[in-house]
C-alpha cells in the first residue's frame, strides 16, 4: 500500500491531484483543514487487513478510553467529510472510535508530504548546487595544476586538449603517466590507456546477422553507411543474402538513394511504409540472413523521439545501432546520445572521421558512456571507407587528423573550390 498526503486550497483541487497522481482506484483515507487550505491522505492498492493491523494498537487505546463530549472538543477540531476505506455502519461511538484509530494509524505511518517548497529553502538548495559546483571545480583546478608540476604530463594534458578529449578523461590518463617516464614513453602510455578506455566488440557486429537499423540524427550517413555495411557483408558472403529496407518517408529523396544503392549493389529494396509497417514486413524477410533497416533521421529534441521508435519493441530479432558524425561538438555528441537511449543501441559506428581534427571528442563521449564503438567511417567510397574499429589504431589517427586539419589549403585546393 502506498500513501501520500496531498495539500492543495479547496478540496476540489486536492481530489483532482490525486486522480491525477494515484488514478481513479485511489482511497481517501482522511481529509482535514491545514493552514491555507485542506489536507487529503490517500492510498493506492489498499490492503484492509495491512491496516487494521497497523491500527489495532490505537484501537485499543480509543475503546479502553472514554470519547470526550463534542462540547468538550478544542475548537477548529472539525474535518471535511471523508470517505473512509471501509464501510461504517451508520453513527455510533464504535464508528468514531474505528475512525480515530484509522487517523492515529495514519499518523504512525511515515509518509511524504506534498507541498510548495518554501522560497528560502528553494534559495538555500540553490546557493548549495552553486558551492557544490564550486568545489567541484577548484578540486579539479587543484587536480590539473598538481598534474602540470610534471614536465611530461603537463605535455600529455596539452595534447589530449588538442585533439579534443574532455578534461576529466584527459586527467585521468595522464595521472597513470610515472612523473620519470621520458617524453617518447609517456606518450605511449597516453596512447595506450585512451585506447583501452575505448569498448570494441570482440566479433564483427554483423557476423550474426539477423535485423539491424541504424538510427541517428539527420545529416549523419545513416544511409551511406547501410550501404557500405550491405557491401561488406555481401563481398564476403552474397547479394542475395542482404535485403535493404527504408522506413524514410520523411526525407526528399531518401528512398530513392537507397534504391540507387539497392541496384548499385544487386540487393533488393524494400519499403516498410513508415515504422508501423515494419514488423509485418520484417516476417517477410525472415530468409535473409541480414536486413539492414535505414530509419528516418530525427532531430534529437524531436518531442516524437521516444514514440517514433516504439516499433522497435514490435519488431522481432531488431538489434540498432546509434550513427554519429565525428566531427560534432562533444556537448552535441552528449546529447544525441542521451536522447536515442529509447532506441536501446547495442553501439555506435562514427562517421566524417575524415571531416574532423578534433576525434578525442567523439571519442571521449563514447568513452564516458561506456558505448561499444562497432565501425569507422571515413569518406563516401562504398565499401571501402568504412572499417571494423580497433582501438590502437584509432588512437594513432588522432594525431594525423590533427595535421590534416592544421595544414594550409594549396592553390589547387583553392582553384577546385572556385571551380
Known amino acids: ?38 489536507e487529503v491522505v490517500a492510498a493506492t492498492d489498499y490492503d484492509e487487513a495491512l491496516m487494521r493491523q497497523a ?53 504512525a505511518i511515515p509518509v511524504p508530504v506534498t507541498q510548495v517548497e518554501d522560497p528560502a529553502i528553494a534559495e538555500v538548495r540553490r546557493e548549495l548546487a552553486a558551492m557544490r559546483e564550486m568545489i567541484e571545480r577548484e578540486m579539479g583546478r587543484f587536480a590539473e595544476e598538481r598534474l602540470r608540476g610534471v614536465p611530461v604530463r603537463a605535455q600529455a594534458l596539452d595534447e589530449l586538449a588538442a585533439y ?35 569498448v570494441i566488440p570482440a566479433r564483427d557486429p554483423l557476423e550474426q546477422g539477423g535485423v539491424v537499423a541504424l538510427v541517428g540524427p539527420t545529416g549523419v550517413g545513416k544511409t551511406t553507411t547501410i550501404a ?93 545501432w546509434l550513427v554519429l558524425p565525428a566531427n560534432a561538438q562533444a556537448e552535441d555528441l552528449d546529447e544525441v546520445v542521451r536522447r536515442f537511449r529509447c532506441a536501446a543501441p547495442e553501439g555506435v559506428i562514427l562517421t566524417k572521421l575524415d571531416e574532423t581534427g578534433r576525434l578525442g571528442a567523439a571519442l571521449s563521449v563514447v568513452i564516458r558512456h561506456r558505448l561499444p564503438l562497432g565501425y569507422i567511417a571515413d569518406g563516401q567510397r562504398v565499401p571501402e571507407d568504412l572499417h571494423r574499429a ?7 589517427r588522432l594525431g594525423e587528423l590533427r595535421r590534416a586539419a592544421e595544414q594550409p589549403v594549396t592553390t589547387t585546393e583553392k582553384a577546385d573550390a572556385a571551380a
Open 1 to 38: 500500500m502506498r500513501i501520500k498526503r496531498f495539500q492543495a486550497p479547496d478540496m476540489r483541487t486536492a481530489l483532482r491531484l490525486v486522480r491525477d497522481e494515484q488514478g481513479p482506484h485511489a482511497v481517501i483515507l482522511s481529509s482535514s483543514h491545514v493552514d491555507g487550505g485542506v
Open 55 to 107: 491500527m489495532r494498537p490505537a484501537l485499543d487505546v480509543t475503546q479502553a478510553k472514554p470519547e470526550a463530549p463534542a462540547a468538550e472538543r478544542p475548537a477548529g477540531d472539525q474535518t471535511l467529510p471523508e470517505v473512509h476505506c471501509r464501510a461504517v455502519a451508520g453513527p455510533g461511538a464504535r464508528a468514531r472510535r474505528e475512525e480515530a484509530a484509522e487517523r492515529a494509524a495514519l499518523r
Open 164 to 198: 579534443g578529449c574532455e578534461v576529466e578523461l584527459a586527467r585521468s590518463i595522464v595521472a597513470s603517466i610515472p612523473a620519470d617516464a621520458d617524453r617518447g614513453r609517456a606518450r605511449g602510455l597516453m596512447l595506450g590507456l585512451l585506447a583501452k578506455s575505448l
Open 228 to 320: 557500405k555495411l550491405a557491401a561488406r557483408y555481401a563481398a564476403a558472403r552474397s547479394p542475395r543474402d542482404v535485403a535493404l529496407v527504408t522506413t524514410d518517408t520523411y526525407r526528399v529523396g531518401g528512398r530513392e538513394q537507397l534504391a540507387t544503392y539497392g541496384r548499385l549493389l544487386g540487393m533488393p529494396v524494400f519499403e516498410a511504409g513508415g515504422e508501423q509497417g515494419l514488423p509485418e514486413l520484417l516476417d517477410r524477410l525472415a530468409d535473409y540472413p541480414l536486413v539492414l533497416v535505414d530509419t528516418a533521421g530525427l532531430g534529437q529534441r524531436d518531442r516524437a523521439l521516444a514514440a517514433r521508435f516504439n516499433w522497435m519493441g514490435a519488431a522481432r530479432r531488431l538489434r540498432s
Open 390 to 396: 580497433e582501438a590502437h589504431r584509432l588512437v594513432l
